[in-house]
Structures are given as structure tokens and as C-alpha cells.
């Protein structure tokens, strides 16, 4: 099998096989390729079309690894409608990050029970109830009243 060798090495094995008087076995020294697959490098570019007698040029086509058939890699890159289903899941998970962080301060009124039982009886009006702003850590901070 040649899949092992560059095509570099395997052109160089093709030409010193076609255009010199040297053995498979020097050829294979020479390049570091074994006999048997300096055979089979010659013998495979010969069935694609190389002919060293009508045309010596030597093409990649020659010398490349034939096709195979089997399960493709593991490596490839998922399909493209997978990549924009994650895209759009990032987006969402950042609009909902800003939500939440704008969302952080609770406003709360403030409820005086004593002063609302006391205006229950009397005939005055009860005091208005004030917002409180209350911040992530828990502690109650007046908002400022509006001027009159």
C-alpha cells in the first residue's frame, strides 16, 4: 500500500522505476519505499494512464491514493443548520443574561401599620405608602419621594 508516502517521494519512485536502470529494491534504498510498493506505485500509475514512452510528464492523478470507501471521519464539521440552531441558542442565553441583570433591583412598599391603624380611626387622610428599591444583596434602600 502507497497511502504511507508523500507524493513527492511516490513521483520520485515513479520516475527513477521509468527513466533509470536502476532495480525496485535500489529504488526503494533510495526513497525509503519497499520493493513491493515501488511495484505497486509503477504498476497503479501505469493503469491510470501513464505511459513513460508517448508522454514522460508525471501528473499528480498518477501518483495520488485512490478513493476508498468506508464511514467518513469522525473530524468533520457538523452541518451548517446545526451551527445556526446554536448560534441562535447563544443569542437567547444573552438576552435572557440582560434581562436578568436589569431585572436585579426589587421595588418593595414600605407598609406602616401603625400609622394606618391610627388614620383608620381618625378623619385625616393616611400617609402615602413609599417605595423601596432593594438591591441583590438584601438591603432595603428608601427611594426618594417625589417634591410636592
Do not use: W
Not at 10 to 38: D, M, P, W
Not at 122 to 128: A, I, N, T
Request: hydrophobic residues 25%.
Amino acid at each position: 500500500m502507497t497511502r504511507y508516502h508523500p507524493l513527492t517521494v511516490r513521483a520520485q519512485a515513479l520516475t527513477l522505476a521509468c527513466f533509470t536502470h536502476l532495480s525496485y529494491e535500489e529504488i526503494g534504498r533510495i526513497t525509503g519505499i519497499s520493493k513491493s510498493n515501488v511495484y505497486n506505485i509503477v504498476k497503479s500509475a501505469k493503469a491510470r494512464g501513464f505511459d513513460p514512452v508517448t508522454n514522460p510528464r508525471i501528473i499528480d492523478e498518477y501518483v495520488v491514493d485512490r478513493p476508498r470507501s468506508g464511514r467518513p471521519r469522525k473530524h468533520a464539521p457538523p452541518p451548517p443548520q446545526h451551527q445556526q440552531h446554536q448560534q441562535q441558542q447563544q443569542q437567547q442565553q444573552q438576552q435572557n443574561a440582560n434581562k436578568q441583570a436589569t431585572s436585579d433591583v426589587v421595588v418593595e412598599p414600605i407598609i406602616e401599620e401603625n400609622n394606618n391603624a391610627e388614620h383608620e380611626n381618625s378623619s385625616e387622610q393616611p400617609v402615602e405608602e413609599h417605595p423601596v428599591e432593594q438591591h441583590p444583596d438584601g438591603q432595603p434602600v428608601e427611594a426618594a419621594t417625589p417634591a410636592s
